[in-house]
């Protein structure tokens, strides 16, 4: 008697699945051409918006109406493509319609495949024209002089703070930029090499990249040395001219020279993430979910800055962020950055800024913008 097989449901014979899978990609491609179709039914609508906009010398980027969009899809999103798959779809969707509208000329601070390019390419997506420079004073420059439409500056990282050249900036360059949009970017730091983990030596990267994965590196690379470069993506580079080498750096820097992923999250903290402004000339219209960005200063007098707490406090707006910054034209004297909840055209942050003109010696709002989830690079 002929034994039951008990290997599970019988396969269909190679050639029904041939025939079956045949079809299926019939069915994409199908699907194809019709997604095709509307993705450029969508950018000929964009492009009429783009006309629209240069009829009322309007920005092609517009932080708020690209919160809506997103939010609109991923509300409607029903699978089994998950939300971080459909954002990225669209990221680059509509960096396609600004690029139809007017290609958008984007300033960070390099080299390429730096964290500030990766954020960059967050917001920006690949149709816009990057800009590396060599620091951040050149972003601010770049964006002030027109020579760029935005530019991409960090403003603190989880583990080390403040980046103390980015506020000292909006200090040297009082309401000549404004942020318009804020970028969370998790910061994932990977091992590469292109030699075996025993055979490591040396590990290169920059500063703050190596402290970032120290614990880490000590266990699992005790034979190796550390040493810092100035940039991650130099340190990759390092490794195709010196033997037993590794770098700390991008899975984008790994792909982008050709080099072996070693470990991956190699970060001693599950919560890196580096905040980064875009700045721009004007803002971002209100969204109903958003922040503000403020640097103000005060008198040396007894409870100065516990008055401009308490106008947050009964206004109720919730404080993000807060930071003390030695200002340079003064000895002893201090700008604070707050960031909060809400947008400078809510009632209640109108309150509060009235208030605050009366209390400070000097308020300046650097921008309302959309409050941004993490992004993974
Ligand atoms: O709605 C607009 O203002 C558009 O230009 C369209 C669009 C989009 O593709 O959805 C493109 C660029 C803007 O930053 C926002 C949205």
């Avoid at 037993?244 to 792909?255: E, G, L, Y």
């Avoid at 930071?323 to 947008?343: I, L």
Wanted: with cysteine; net charge neutral; hydrophobic share 45%.
């Amino acid at each position: 008697m002929a034994r039951k097989s008990d290997s599970g449901p019988s396969q269909p014979s190679p050639d029904k699945a041939a025939t079956h899978l045949a079809a299926l990609r019939g069915q994409i491609d199908k699907l194809d051409l019709s997604i095709l179709d509307l993705l450029n039914k969508r950018a000929a609508v964009a492009a009429q918006i783009g006309k629209v906009k240069e009829g009322q010398g309007g920005d092609v980027f517009s932080a708020a109406r690209e919160e809506v969009v997103l939010a609109n899809v991923l509300v409607a999103n029903k699978g089994p493509l998950d939300a971080i798959t459909i954002k990225a779809i669209f990221r680059e969707l509509i960096s396609g319609s600004r690029a139809i509208q007017r290609q958008q000329k984007i300033a960070y601070l390099g080299p390429e495949f730096s964290y500030s390019h990766l954020a960059a390419i967050q917001r920006f997506g690949e149709a816009s024209l990057y800009n590396r420079t060599a620091n951040i004073a050149t972003v601010f420059e770049e964006v002030i002089r027109k020579h760029a439409d935005f530019g991409v500056v960090p403003l603190e990282n989880s583990t080390d703070g403040r980046i103390a050249d980015t506020l000292d900036l909006f200090i040297r360059f009082p309401d000549q930029v404004k942020i318009c949009s804020e970028i969370r970017l998790r910061v994932r730091h990977h091992l590469l090499a292109n030699c075996q983990q025993s055979e490591v030596r040396r590990v290169y990267s920059k500063a703050q990249a190596l402290s970032q994965c120290r614990n880490w590196l000590s266990k699992n690379l005790p034979q190796a040395s550390l040493h810092e470069v100035a940039s991650t993506s130099d340190a990759a580079k390092l490794v195709l001219t010196e033997p037993h080498v590794a770098a700390v750096a991008s899975r984008q820097a790994a792909v982008r020279w050709g080099i072996n992923v070693l470990a991956e999250g190699v970060e001693d903290s599950p919560f890196n993430e580096t905040r980064f402004a875009v700045i721009g000339l004007s803002d971002s219209a209100r969204t109903g979910n958003d922040k503000t960005a403020l640097m103000f200063q005060i008198s040396h007098t007894p409870g100065a800055l516990a008055d401009v707490l308490a106008a947050f406090k009964s206004n109720k707006i919730n404080l993000t962020w807060i930071e003390s910054f030695p200002y340079r034209e003064a000895k002893g004297q201090y700008v604070f950055f707050v960031d909060f909840e809400g947008h400078r055209d809510d009632q209640r942050i109108k309150k509060v800024l009235a208030a605050l003109d009366s209390i400070c010696d000097a308020v300046t709002v650097l921008g309302s913008f959309p409050m941004a989830q993490v992004a993974d690079e």
